[in-house]
Each structure stands twice: as C-alpha cells, then as structure tokens.
C-alpha cells in the first residue's frame, strides 16, 4: 500500500498525454519507482532554475510596477525564493526524503542544488554580468545567505552544540520552538561527530570562497566602461569584502589547527588578493573625474582598512585572564592572538606588519586629509618584487605609509627631553604645498577619524600614536584653504567637532594614563577651551587606572560616577537603569517566598538572595499549614494504599464522583465460582435499583438522589469511554488496541446524547468545526449536525486522529485497522440490527461523512497555518490512515467521496506560498520557507488522494467505483477546484490508469466525460449573450488589429475559454482511443450558442489532430471523421483535418480530395476540404485549383491564399523558376506568385464572371497587411517584365491593379513613374487601347499627386508624338 510522502504516492510528471495505455502501471506495485529525494530535488532544481533565469533575462531597469522601490530591491525580491531553497528549504528536504541516510541526503542536496547550481551561477553572474545591478545583488545574495545558513536548521547552524544530533541541517530547523535550543538530542558517536564537523568544514569553505571570489570580481578594475556603474558596483565589493574577512580568516584559523595547511592556504589566498583589490582602489586607482575618488568608495575603502588593522594586531587582556593564561577575544571579533603558530606561510609576523602600515598609512589620512603622492619609483620598484600573498599586500601599503613617514621626519620633537612636561604640537605642515593623490571629502575624511579612535580604545599599542595624530589635527583643525574645495564650511564643523570628540574620549580612557598619553590630549583640548571637560575625562582615567591594579576591596567599595554636565536629576537613561535595577533587587528579596527558595546559578547572586530574604522569614512556623476541609477522611493506612492504587483518584471527595473513588469496591470476586466470579455488592444492587426504577410515589429526596447518580452514571461511562480510548490509541499491543477500540466504539453508539469529558471535548470541537467548514450543503450539514448532537462520544472517536498525533508507536501499521474504521464498523452493525429504529438511520453514512470531514479540516488546518509541525503531522497521518483504510470499509457514498476530493483544493496555500516568494526582503526567508514546505505537503496529500480514488475504482464495487471515476474526472476537468498541477495528474490517471484497466472502468471514464462535455455546453449555453456583450465592447474599443480568429476576443471569453479547455482536452484524450467518441465532441461543438466551447475545441484541436493521426494514421482517421460528420459539424472537420499533420504526405492529399468528391453537393464540389493540405501541393497543382478558390466564397479564397504560402512566406517576394530538368519541384505559392498567377488566369475559360476575377485581385490588394507594397512592386515587376521582352501579353487586370496601388501605396510612386510606366512604354503598352487606357490614368494620376519625389513627366515625355498629343489632349 502507498504511503504520503513517498515515492509511491508521486503521479509521474509528464508534459504531453501519452498514447502508451500503460504507461503509468508502475504506480500500482510501488515498483521501479525514482526516489523521492531525487524527485525532490529536481523540484527543487526547478524552482532555482527559474528563479536564476528571471534574474538573468531582467533588463536592469526598474520596473515601478513590480512594487518595489529601486532595482537594487526589486533584484532581490527575484533572488528570495533561490535563497529560500538553498539556506532552508534544501535542508529540509534532505530530513524530510532521507531513506537510506541521513547525511547521506543532506549531502546530495547540499552538491546539487549549492555546489552544482546556485553559487557557481551566481558567482558567474558577479563576475561577468553586463548589468552592474545584477552584479550587486549576486554579490548581496552572498552576504544574505552566509547569515542565513547560520540560523537553525541550515547548513552552518549555529544554535546548537556541534556534538548535538539537532545541529545544522540534521537537526529540526524549527526556529520558533525553544525546544530547539533547549533540547539538544543526544551527543553523537565520535566518528560520526568527527565526520559531520568536516563535512560543515568543507560547507562553511566553499561559501567563503565564493563570497570571496564575487567580491574579488566586483573590485578587479575596469569592470565596466562607464565610471558610475564601475565605482557603485567597487562599493559593493569593498562592503562584501568588510563582512567577509572575518568569517574567512576564523576559517582560515580553523583549518591551522586541524592541520590542513592546504586548506588554509585556499582560503587565506583570495583574502589577500581581496585585499589586494581594495588598497589597489584606495591607494593606486586612477583619477576620476575632479581628481577624487567617489566618497561612498572612498569611506568603504577607509573602513575596511580599519578591520583589517584590528584583525591583524593584538587585542588586550584583562588581568585575571592574562594570569590565566587565556584569551578573552568574543566570539564575533578577531585578533593576532587567535592565530595558532606553525603554518609556513599564515604567520603572525606577515600579518603584524599589515597592520602597522595600514595603520600609519591610516595616520596620514587623518593627519594630512588625503594621501600624500607616492613616489612612482618606489611603487614600481615594489610592485615588481614576486612575494607571498601577504606581501603584496604590504608592498602596496608601504610605499603609501612611507609617503607620509617622510613627512612626519620633519615633525618638530613632541617633547622636550630636558622638560617633558612641555608639548609642541605643532607639524609645520604646509597641506597647501603638499601633492597628493588624492584628498578626501567630509565622509570618507569622518570615517579615517573614527578609525583611529576605535583602533585606539580597542588596541592598546596603536593609543599612544592615534592620540598624537588626532591631538596634531585637533592642534591645527582643517579648514578652507586646505580642503581643495572637497570640504565646505559646514563639513569642516562637523570634522573638528568630531576630531574634538575623539581626543576627549581617548582621554576619558584608562590607557591615555598607562601610556603617558593624557598631556597630549588635554593640551590639544584646551586649544578649544575645553579645560572642564578635560579635567573630568583625565580624573575618571586616573581612578580606572588606579582600579585595575587595587585588590579587590578597593574595587568593590569604588563608586564610579562621572557626568559631563552638572545635573540634579540625570539623564533620562540613567534613572531607567535605576529603576531596572531597583526592580531586579526586589524581585530577587521576593523571589522563592511561599514556593521553595529556588537558588540562582550564581553563587554570588544565591548568597545575595539567601541574605535578602532573612528577614522575611517568619520568627515561627505556621501552624495548620493547609486548611482543613468539612467532611474529609481520616488519614489511615487503608486510605494511603487507596490512594497508591488508585493512582491519586481515591482522594476526590465529591460525592458524585463514587466511581472514581471506589468503583472496585462495589463488585464481589469469586473465583472458584465458575457462573458467578463477579457479583455486584448489595449497596451497587441498590444503586442500579434506584436507577432503573421509575416510580412516581418516591419521595423527592429519593428522586433527587436517583437524578444525582442517573447524571453521575452517564458521567462515569464518558470518563470510562475517554480513558479506554485514550488508552486503546496509545497502546503497544495489537490485541488491546482492538479490544479496547471496539468496547469505546460500542459505548459510543449506545450513550446518546452523552457529552465527552473535558480531556476529549477538543475532538468533540473539531468534528463541529469540520461540519461547518467541509460541509456546503445546507440539508446535508444539518444532518451531521444533528448526528453529533445525537453522538456526541461517536463524533469524538471519529474526529479523534484528526485532533490528536498519534505516537509514533501507536500508528496503525498494515494489518491493523484506525479508530475510525472500527467505529464505522460499529456504526454498520447498530445500523443493520436496528433498521426499524429512527436513532439508526443512515448511522453509518453520516459516521462516514463526519470521519471524512474531519480529515478534510485537518488539511485545511495544516494550510492554514504552515509553522505548526503538529498540525502537519496530524494531516499527513490522517490521509495515510485513510489511504490504507478506505479499502476496507464495507461502502462509500456519494458525499462521502466529494467530499475527499476537496483535499485536492490547495488554491490557498499554492497563492500563499507564491506571494511569500515575491516578499520584500525584510521579511522572513524562514517563513517563506515554511510556506513553501507547506505546500509541497499539501501537494504530497493531494496525490494521495488520488492515489486514494484509485484504490476505490480498482477494489471497491461497481457503485462505488462510479462514485470515484466521477470524482477522478472531475478533478482532472477543473469541475472540483484544484491546482494545475494536481488537475494534471488527475488527467494521467484517469487515461493511463483507470481508462485502460478494464472495460467496466473504462465505460465508465468515458460516462463521465461525456457528462462533463455536457455541463461545458449547458455553460457555453448560459453566457453566450454575456460574451457577445463583452466582445462587441471589446472590438469597438480596439484598433482593429486582432487578426487570430482563435484568440479570445474580451476577459469574459478568456474565463470561459480556460473554464471550458479542461474538460476538452480530457475529452480529447479519450477520443485518441475511441475514435467514436469524436462525433460526440464535434456534436457539443456545434450546439447552438455554444460558439465558445467550438472555438476553445477549434484551439485545442491540434493535440486531437497530431497525436490520432500519430496512433491511427492521418488518411484513414481522416475518413473516419468526415463519415461521421454532419454539415452542422463542418467547421470543426476543417479544424480537424487542418491540423492533423504539419507536412502532410501524398496519402493525406488523396484522402482530402477523395473527401471532396464524397461530400460534393449536385456534382459540385467544396473547396475547403482541400485547404489543410494546399501547403503540401505543387505550385502546379495549386495553379490549376486557383479557379475554384476564386469561385468560392470570400473567406474562403483568403483562407486558401495563406495556406499556399505558408510554407514558403520567407521568399514571399520571389517569383521562382523551375529547373529546366525537372517538373513540378517547386511546392506552395509566394505571395509574388499568387498575384501573377491571379492576374494571368484564364477566367473566361475557367467559367469564371470577368466582376468575380476583378474582385478577386482586389481583395487580395485590400489586405495589405499580407499583400503589402513590396510584394505588390514584386508581381507588377514581374508581368511588366515579361512584357516587356514580349513573351506575354498584360494581364487584363493589369492596369486597374497599377491604378489601386497607385491610390493605394504613396510609397510606389516613384518606382511606378520612373521604373514600371517607362517600361511599360518601351513595351509599346500603347498598341492594346484598354491598357493604354490605364496607362494614361495612372500617369495622370501621378502627374497631379504633388508628390515632390515623383516625377511622372519623365515618362510621359519618352511617348511617341501622336501618343503624347493624345495623352495631352485627354488630360
């Protein structure tokens, strides 16, 4: 039997409906299936594939209309659903489909759809996009995904221990649960623990280097020839390169000290040429326009300097953990320290000399404003050395640092060494007189002094030297002279200002103290008059300062307090953190009182507690501790082994509830009594007595009591049903599972009227919610109301597996039967043994409808809400459970049926998972995830149920079987709402399953899709006069350019068109095996006002067409149709027979012609029976049939004009000529050719009226969208040659025809007046009067149109003297 979310349960996707019978058999035995993770995959490949190929064919241009706001965005609204599947989805689907293992799946995801397609086409698209717009949102998909694959689930995850079996994509991926953070699974075997850690190894590698080598991509010069493209994409590339480098170099410290040399080297390589990269755009780029590089680039530069000093360079550590020993760098920050010794090439001393050059270059930034220009010499001289990747890198920056050291030699001495208490900051710089490369503008100029201030507070052996650049810069602050017009008056405020800022809080800190820094900076802040602020910052350095080396006493007692301004009250967030902590206080004195003292993790924090709650402490303790309540028990030994027994429920005291209390007490046990071993005690005699007896002369006390235990009973038989049910559904064992069932289900249909207890009203619930939402059907809801009115403990049972997750234990497996199926079973035996009872009828079709209803809710309550896992679960195990037990229920019913097909209709989640796709960046990938996955699941039960309805036509009875055929083509038609892809494999099944199984079935198939072809006409019926109304609204509103006669003409023909082609192409699919049935399909077609269901039959007649003459021949099944077919049919026979072959052959001719002939009226002969195959004709054949076109009707002559030229409408302007050797080579009829032909046709031989042949050629001059002036030029210069070399004479329709396109086509004056009218003269056109007639004419014509480029006297002057006198005379 198949199960959901197998392969089993997968309807083979194929494109075209095949002829093959057999071709879905498989699907029967569970055999030669694919697995489902490859199907997955594909799916999955899918998804990206399209996605990917959107990104590709954009323009680049911002669409308005897509609703985002710039093309940046809109770019990754197209790129989300690739990162949905590769950081969540993928994994997902490796848990979800892993069937020979689970690392094994993963890995097979992991490299189809990561290694082999999402980031080497997005790598592509960095690297060599035309579009800068692409090229960025390739680049921003990296960083989005690398944050992305941290997160729960995904490939790098990061929530969970990596000895975990939850961590990363083997995990669960719930990232709403805290069940994923707290519940970490069992610690892995070593060996598989050691294996998976490579394996995210290698994962967190291969991203990295990608990332890498699209910002590498991003900064390689002359990217792009335009400049703005090339500098935006460069600050894309300088940004990925910033959140890239740390990642890469933890990696790179990863492979060190797993010893793999290589793989640090693979890894640290691109971050150098990275880095490379920036500098090069930094330091070495060309001047742009202005002599300045863009700021944005320009800052970005500057900042990931700034990371690269901090990751290159030593990190402090605090006292204690530097007696320890350890270092005390955080998780999310790099340093020196972390690099383990040992690699030949990674080494601390490269990457320490990184830093101090890039710091001073750094320095010379903020001290000069720009770079200063680096002696071409030395940059050459440099650059040519070979060096290792971290030397390149050096040999860039040293040239640039030196540029400024040069300068700073000339410095005066900071202090006098005599007297070090004097400090001269002044430099002697004349910045006016200094060359630079380039200087920089107020953002990049802020960010080089945020730098150094942050590469000060956080590196204590750069402070000293960042406090004397930014005390030299604040000593001479910048200003206009300086700023080569890059730096307005206002920026130049900003900058000092933060320049001030800087120095006061270097000065704030302890290490301004411990390096003999704070003169500096304090002189350089009194040069503002800063001296308060200064003298503030410099006493809160001296007392941390003194801090860090006092014992522990003195740090304890310090009260730090520092203010900036005199205040009374404070700032507003420091009385919030008072009152926060003032709360926590109190919480914590409060804490445990009444509920056991419950101690902190902290010993600090529980002896801070213990202390606080000693004075709550009672000086005595309470006495009488619980009140005692009226009419308890005392406490003896048999009242404490009651209680142990009965699992705690002796120890209720309601009085009502006797039975839970002593229920076993009230029965006798005699086992040597054979007839009698349990025999109810007297007092439970009196009791049933008491309840069964009905007598009016009882006392109202009595009759008090009997209504107390008649309730209570009723009550201790619910209580007894939940736990018996409860029990059954979670029972290990086989055997009590169906006993247990079968005495609930037996209870059920006897209590009426009988509510379940508290612990199963949520089934009672969802089986009224299932009515309410399932059932649409008025008289049949209020049926299934009144039955769970009626059951209520029954409704229970058959809602229950829809409510509740069954254990995994407690699934049913094959050869056991669910709850509901034993409940069904129960409600078949009530029924049938009381027939004649009303409380009995239709018991077990109403079971039935409710149990089907409730399966159908729990669908919908998956959909509904995609990141409730339980929910999902709960929907895939009902429809597994009803897909194994629908075979064995004893019947079916109609509504039954119906209503199983609605889980087909997954319209909902299908939009819903489509617009989460196309979600703004901002939102969730996560959640789009979940929706997506929801949907596959969805999708996974729709095919079940089909799977389901396949089952009921191949075991189930005739009756049934209908009820499923019905069913199974009603989806497949679009009658009951599904998606597309679901109506698809409805199709399938229905023709390669159901239809050629056995005759029975396929009369069947063939009885429902008649009856289908039937409501499509009643519904081309019922709008006709809507879509004529529609269409005249349409076509008076249009430019008249609709020229497809198939197309549909207003919004309202389109619905009908796409309501109806469903069940055409169904009904198709059965006439390609029963030839026969093509009568009936050409019947409903040609119904009156039916035009819609012709037209959408005339649209899809080439899939009729094409595959019945692939399977039965195009000649014969061309006789076949046109015997059965009437004249009211014919139209659609013409559709048929055109579309039977492409090319069709020598026998299909015969059998058109052969048709004409049978269906000729008094001899005479339709030509349209001959039009499919005119393309196919020789151009001698088609010339002898052109007389009958001309005769026919207008439409038709056109119609058979385009099929000659079909074939050949690229030489549409030629007029070709047969070989000399050869006869009849030359197939169809240009364009040029069908005028010749026309013009020279014997008409009066052909018994063709002169009025009909004229009219014939001027049709052809009126659609002039086909017979256009070039083809028109084409025909009358091929006649006019002909007689001009005196071959032939003009056509008699020669010169009318010269005469329209004289009025009709401007375009041709001049080739007429000064090409076709000589020539024509040359001729002697004068010796015929009827052409010499026109000839004047049309000159006439041309000689008053004013057209300036039409000189028709040159044609006129070459007539001879008498023609010319006439010529003047007559005009």
């Not at 649960?177 to 850690?197: A, I, K, W």
């Not at 007896?693 to 009550?715: C, N, V």
Request: proline share 5%; aromatic share 6%.
């Amino acid at each position: 039997m198949n199960r959901l979310g197998e392969d089993d349960a997968e309807l083979p996707q194929e494109d075209n409906l095949d002829e093959d019978d057999n071709a879905l058999d498989e699907i029967e035995t569970g055999g030669d299936q694919e697995d489902p993770l490859l199907l997955a995959i594909d799916d999955l490949e899918g998804r990206v594939v399209a996605a990917l190929d959107e990104v590709k064919l954009h323009s680049g241009v911002h669409d308005p209309s897509s609703g985002t706001a710039s093309i940046h965005e809109e770019l990754s609204t197209l790129l989300r659903p690739v990162l949905e599947v590769a950081a969540h989805t993928g994994p997902s689907v490796a848990r979800t489909y892993a069937s020979s293992g689970l690392d094994d799946a993963v890995e097979d995801v992991y490299e189809r759809v990561l290694s082999d397609l999402v980031l080497p086409v997005l790598l592509e698209t960095a690297q060599s996009d035309q579009t800068a717009a692409k090229r960025i949102a390739a680049l921003e998909f990296f960083r989005s995904f690398w944050k992305e694959v941290q997160k729960a689930g995904s490939w790098l995850d990061g929530t969970a221990p990596v000895t975990s079996s939850t961590a990363g994509p083997y995990g669960s991926g719930n990232t709403r649960s805290s069940s994923h953070h707290q519940n970490r699974g069992p610690p892995l075997p070593r060996p598989l623990q050691v294996r998976r850690s490579e394996k995210r190894s290698a994962h967190e590698s291969e991203i990295l280097r990608y990332w890498l080598q699209a910002a590498i991509a991003c900064l390689t010069p002359g990217v792009f020839t335009s400049q703005a493209a090339d500098d935006a994409t460069s600050s894309r590339g300088v940004l990925a390169a910033s959140a890239s480098l740390r990642p890469s170099l933890k990696h790179i410290i990863q492979r060190i000290k797993a010893a793999d040399d290589r793989g640090a080297n693979r890894l640290y390589t691109p971050v150098m040429k990275l880095t490379e990269n920036v500098l090069h755009k930094l330091l070495l780029a060309p001047d742009t326009s202005g002599g300045a590089t863009p700021d944005n680039l320009l800052a970005s530069c500057i900042k990931y300097v700034e990371i690269v000093v901090l990751c290159c360079s030593r990190k402090p550590q605090e006292p204690a953990t530097r007696r320890r020993g350890a270092s005390t760098t955080p998780q999310q920050d790099f340093s020196l320290e972390d690099l383990p010794e040992g690699h030949p090439v990674i080494t601390r001393e490269s990457l320490e000399s990184i830093a101090d050059y890039a710091f001073t270059v750094l320095r010379g930034f903020t001290l000069t404003g720009g770079q200063v220009k680096i002696d071409s010499n030395v940059l050459s001289s440099v650059m040519m050395m070979s060096a290792s990747p971290s030397e390149q890198v050096v040999n860039i920056l040293k040239p640039a640092a030196l540029a400024y050291l040069e300068l700073e030699t000339n410095f005066p001495p900071l202090q006098n060494r005599s007297d070090e208490s004097s400090i001269d900051l002044e430099t002697n710089l004349d910045r006016s007189s200094i060359e630079y490369d380039f200087r920089m503008g107020p953002k990049p100029y802020s960010v080089a002094v945020n730098s150094l201030s942050a590469l000060a507070t956080h590196r204590p052996g750069f402070f000293r030297d960042a406090a004397i650049c930014l005390a030299r810069r604040a000593f001479h602050p910048p200003n206009a002279d300086e700023g080569a017009n890059l730096l307005t008056p206002v920026a130049i405020k900003a900058i000092t200002s933060q320049i001030k800022s800087s120095c006061l809080t270097l000065l704030r800190n302890a290490l301004s103290v411990s390096s003999n820094s704070s003169a500096i900076l304090q002189k350089a802040l009194l040069t503002f008059d800063m001296k308060a602020q200064a003298d503030k910052a410099l006493a809160m350095a001296k007392q941390a300062h003194s801090l860090k080396t006092a014992g522990r006493k003195e740090r304890n007692r310090a009260n730090i307090y520092y203010e900036w301004e005199t205040t009374t009250t404070g700032t507003k967030r420091q009385r919030e953190t008072d009152d926060a902590l003032a709360k926590m206080r109190a919480a914590k004195a409060a804490k445990g009182l009444g509920h056991g003292i419950q101690l902190p993790t902290s010993m600090s924090d529980a002896v801070d507690l213990v202390l606080a709650n000693l004075q709550n402490l009672p000086s005595k303790r309470p006495t009488g501790g619980v009140s005692k309540r009226p009419n308890s028990a005392p406490v003896t030994l048999e009242f404490v082994v009651d209680a142990v027994t009965s699992n705690g429920a002796s120890l209720s005291q309601e009085e009502g509830r006797w039975y839970e209390r002593d229920g076993g007490n009230a029965w006798d046990i005699e086992l040597e009594d054979e007839e009698n071993k349990f025999r109810p005690k007297p007092k439970l005699r009196e009791l049933m007595d008491l309840v069964t007896r009905d007598d009016p002369s009882d006392s109202e006390e009595i009759q008090k009591k009997r209504k107390l235990y008649t309730e209570q009973s009723l009550s201790a038989a619910a209580d007894a049903f939940g736990r018996i049910l409860t029990n059954s559904a979670n029972s290990r064992s086989d055997a009590l599972r169906e006993f247990g069932c079968s005495v609930a289900a037996r209870l059920a249909y006897t209590l009426r009227n009988v509510k379940p207890m508290a612990k199963n009203s949520a089934s009672l619930e969802f089986a009224n919610l299932s009515v309410a939402k399932v059932v649409h059907d008025s008289d049949h809801k209020q049926k299934l109301e009144d039955f769970v009115d009626l059951y209520p403990l029954a409704a229970t049972g058959l809602a229950l597996d829809s409510e509740t997750p069954l254990p995994d234990h407690a699934s049913p497996t094959e050869g056991n039967t669910s709850i509901a199926v034993r409940f069904l079973n129960e409600a078949l035996v009530q029924q049938d043994a009381g027939q004649d009872d009303p409380y009995f009828h239709n018991l077990y079709d109403n079971s039935l409808d409710l149990h089907i209803s409730s399966v159908v809710n729990a669908s919908i309550a998956a959909n509904d809400k995609p990141n409730d896992l339980v929910k999902k679960k709960i929907a895939s195990q009902t429809v597994i459970g009803l897909q194994r037990d629908i075979p064995m229920l004893p019947r079916l019913n109609q509504a039954s049926i119906v209503q199983l097909a609605t889980l087909c209709d997954i319209e909902e989640i299908t939009k819903k998972a489509a617009q989460m796709s196309k979600k703004s960046s901002q939102e969730s990938v996560a959640e789009a995830a979940a929706v997506h996955a929801s949907k596959v699941a969805a999708e996974k039960r729709a095919t079940a149920t089909l799977l389901i309805l396949r089952d009921v036509a191949f075991q189930r009875d005739a009756d049934d079987r209908g009820l499923a055929v019905e069913c199974a083509v009603g989806l497949a038609s679009g009658r009951l709402r599904s998606t597309q892809s679901i109506q698809d494999k409805a199709l399938k099944l229905v023709m390669n399953i159901l239809y050629p199984r056995n005759e029975a079935l396929a009369k069947s198939v063939a009885d429902a899709a008649t009856a289908e072809i039937e409501l499509a006409v009643e519904d081309a019926v019922s709008c006709y006069d809507d879509i004529q109304k529609a269409n005249s609204t349409s076509i008076s509103s249009s430019d008249g350019g609709h020229k497809n006669a198939l197309a549909p003409l207003s919004d309202a023909e389109k619905e009908a068109m796409d309501r109806m082609s469903k069940p055409v192409k169904l009904y198709m699919a059965l006439c390609i095996r029963r030839t026969d049935m093509i009568k009936t399909l050409f019947n409903a077609g040609s119904t009156e006002k039916a035009d819609v269901l012709s037209k959408t039959v005339r649209a899809n007649m080439r899939i009729l067409g094409r595959t019945a003459a692939t399977k039965h021949g195009a000649a014969s099944i061309a006789f076949d149709v046109a015997s059965m077919t009437t004249n009211e049919e014919i139209p659609l026979l013409l559709s048929f027979l055109e579309n039977l072959s492409g090319n069709p052959d020598q026998e299909l001719i015969e059998a058109c012609f052969k048709i004409q002939e049978t269906r000729s009226v008094d001899g005479k002969k339709d030509p349209r029976y001959i039009i499919p195959v005119l393309p196919a004709m020789s151009r001698s054949d088609l010339v002898g049939h052109l007389p009958g076109f001309v005769l026919a009707e207008d439409k038709v002559f056109l119609d058979a004009l385009v099929r000659m030229g079909s074939r050949v409408s690229r030489q549409a302007l030629l007029f070709r000529e047969e070989p000399e050797d050869a006869q009849n080579t030359l197939y169809g009829l240009t364009l040029t050719e069908q005028l010749v032909y026309l013009h020279k046709l014997d008409f009066s031989g052909k018994g063709i009226p002169q009025k009909r042949y004229l009219n014939a050629i001027k049709l052809c001059l009126e659609e002039d969208q086909t017979f256009n002036d070039r083809v028109v030029q084409s025909a009358l210069d091929e006649i006019s040659g002909t007689f001009l070399v005196g071959s032939e004479k003009l056509p008699l329709a020669f010169m009318r025809t010269t005469i329209l396109v004289v009025t009709k086509h401007e375009s041709l004056h001049t080739w007429i007046s000064q090409v076709l009218l000589p020539r024509l003269v040359d001729g002697r056109i004068y010796e015929d009067s009827r052409q010499w007639e026109g000839w004047m004419r049309a000159a006439h014509i041309l000689e008053k149109s004013g057209d300036s480029g039409v000189r028709a006297q040159d044609a006129i002057s070459k007539l001879p003297a008498e023609q010319l006198m006439q010529y003047q005379q007559k005009w």
